[in-house]
């Protein structure tokens, strides 16, 4: 009789541990600066790499409970002095090429399946409305330990849309040999690139289906992502499991309320618009034009 009150007990405290898991999570992304910049090519590239270090760290948090998540920049409290300022320009310059910046925030409410994204785009502030992708991910079966944590590995590709320059590029001949490869690419279809590969290691010792950057929906707490290889690293630093202040997870507010798809236009023609008068500057003989 004692065992069972024993085991009843157990499993009540075990539920009721799941029903309250809430807290916060420190991730670091490690990032290979000069791998990203031989990917985009070109002369500007190649000067750029000369200005910036070859990897660079951006420190992220993560408040989550059992309903919400919050996904923001990690702001450490520690005296200023002139190598923080330089290395925070860089930190600032790197997450702008990726599409981030100091004030972003990513919102998610996982019982609705909706999304609230906050994003500084050339000085303007937008509000990305949207619901969660269906994350189809593969376990693999393989382990290991990180930080403490048994983890267990998952496999996730990502279709890349292929970029427009590469496919003006290709010309009109090989219209006949991209449909004859149709078959082959399988759900790839027309227009995409290779898809890139996400590893994920979770962990059930923390039952939540929550991780950084939208990479979340398994059977634990991501520990850790490798976005493509080993190039694009984000690891858990520190984890917190605790009762969070009333207001720390809620909704990003100031900006223009889109869609992604209104939001993915307005670069697409921002940046158009930018490369346009990039090589009018040229074309006049100023910067970057021959002299």
């Known amino acids: ?18 029903a309250q898991m809430e807290g916060e999570v420190i991730y670091v992304t490690t990032i ?15 000067n750029m790499k000369k200005m910036l270090p070859k990897t660079q760290q951006i420190k992220q948090v993560l408040y989550f409970n059992e ?14 002095d002139e190598a923080d ?42 509000l990305i409305t949207g619901e969660q992708e269906e994350r189809k991910w593969k376990l693999t079966g393989e ?16 279709e890349q849309p ?38 994920a290691w979770f962990t059930t010792q923390i039952p939540v289906s929550v991780g950084p950057k939208g990479f979340d929906q398994l059977p634990g707490l991501v520990i850790q992502v490798e976005i493509g ?12 499991l605790k009762s ?10 100031g900006g223009k309320e889109v869609t992604q798809e209104e939001y993915s236009e307005i670069v697409k023609e921002k940046m158009k618009e930018m490369r346009k008068e990039r090589r009018g500057r040229g074309g006049r003989g100023g910067r970057g034009g021959r002299h």
Do not use: W
Not at 1 to 18: D, P, W
Not at 162 to 184: I, L, N
Not at 229 to 240: M, R, V
């Open 1 to 18: 009789m004692k065992n069972i009150i024993t085991t009843i007990f157990m499993v009540f405290l075990t539920i009721a541990s799941f």
């Open 32 to 46: 290979n600066i000069h791998k990203q910049l031989d990917e985009r090519g070109g002369r500007r590239a190649e």
């Open 67 to 80: 309903t919400e998540s919050l996904f923001k920049k990690f702001v450490e409290e520690k005296d200023v």
């Open 85 to 126: 300022i330089e290395e925070n320009r860089n930190v600032n310059f790197m997450m702008r090429m990726m599409g981030g910046g100091d004030e972003d925030e990513s919102y998610t409410n996982h019982d609705e399946g909706t999304i609230l994204q906050k994003r500084d785009f050339l000085g303007k502030t937008f």
């Open 143 to 158: 382990t290991k330990k990180i930080n403490g944590y048994q983890c267990m590995k998952a496999e996730l590709q990502i």
């Open 162 to 199: 292929q970029k427009k320059e590469k496919k003006e590029k290709k010309g009109k001949e090989e219209k006949k040999g991209e449909e004859a490869k149709k078959d082959d690419r399988g759900s790839r279809g027309r227009g995409f690139r290779k898809p890139k590969n996400i590893v």
């Open 229 to 240: 290889g080993q190039d694009n690293l984000i690891t858990a630093e520190t984890i917190n």
């Open 244 to 253: 969070l202040e009333k207001g720390t997870i809620k909704k990003p507010k």
